[in-house]
């Protein structure tokens, strides 16, 4: 491949994953989220941040495990965590897709009209991006359909196999066993394919948003 077809490929890439941001529904806050200025008021969160952290800084050299999967109640800092590893890796110059889970189906159904990116450009992306972040997974619409396969974890599997030992971020406030359930007969598989070289970091405490109260 000549150098200028592979800068044209590149640049594309980096377009794209700017879409995936542009439908991600990342509120401010979020934006400005690092290490630093998350603030733990309880150990499974001063646990959580350091493991996160530590993944971030040894991304490169990851052994053992490759991903993880951050549990637990809303306004814990799940997103806040995970938007701190993207912004970590992408000053290093990394691929990194951030995107909560109901924003990617909802780009992947959009792809089907919008011209700018295909169906096959999302599953490529989050296939060879350096670090796939699914936030929120298994707070999207998910149809139950008899005896079928819902569209949404139809795609849902597709995505995950694609990436089985690439490293994956997930947070979820859904147990293993909710989440199972959630996607019908691909649960199980979804679930354990999930699990796969991923380390999961429980969190615990108040919500951040309405401790003043
Ligand atoms: N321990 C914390 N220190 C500082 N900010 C926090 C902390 N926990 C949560 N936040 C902030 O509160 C808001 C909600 O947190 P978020 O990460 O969205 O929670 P979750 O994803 O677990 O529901 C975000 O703006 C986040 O930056
Ligand atoms: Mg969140």
């Given at each position: 491949m000549s150098a200028y077809k592979e800068a044209m490929d590149h640049q594309r890439d980096l377009d794209i994953i700017q879409q995936f941001e542009r439908y991600s529904l990342i509120p401010e806050d979020l934006q400005l989220a690092s290490f630093e200025n998350y603030l733990p008021d309880h150990y499974s969160k001063e646990d959580a941040l350091k493991k996160c952290q530590w993944f971030a800084e040894n991304f490169d050299n990851l052994t053992g495990f490759h991903s993880l999967l951050l549990k637990g109640?809303?306004?814990?800092?799940k997103s806040h965590l995970s938007h701190s590893i993207a912004n970590y890796l992408k000053n290093l110059g990394k691929k990194i897709i951030f995107i909560d889970t109901p924003s990617l189906l909802r780009m992947i159904r959009q792809s089907y009209k919008d011209?700018?990116?295909?169906e096959s450009d999302v599953y490529r992306l989050c296939a060879e991006a350096d670090l796939l972040i699914m936030d929120d997974i298994g707070a999207e619409y998910v149809k139950q359909e008899n005896g079928k396969e819902s569209w949404a974890s139809e795609i849902l599997f597709q995505i995950i196999t694609s990436r089985m030992d690439k490293p994956k971020v997930f947070t979820t406030n859904l147990s293993s066993k909710e989440l199972s359930s959630k996607y019908g007969t691909h649960g199980g598989r979804i679930v354990s394919r999930m699990m796969k070289g991923t380390r999961l970091i429980e969190m615990e405490g108040k919500d951040y948003r309405t401790q003043a109260w």
């Open positions: 109640s809303y306004g814990l800092g011209s700018s990116f295909s």
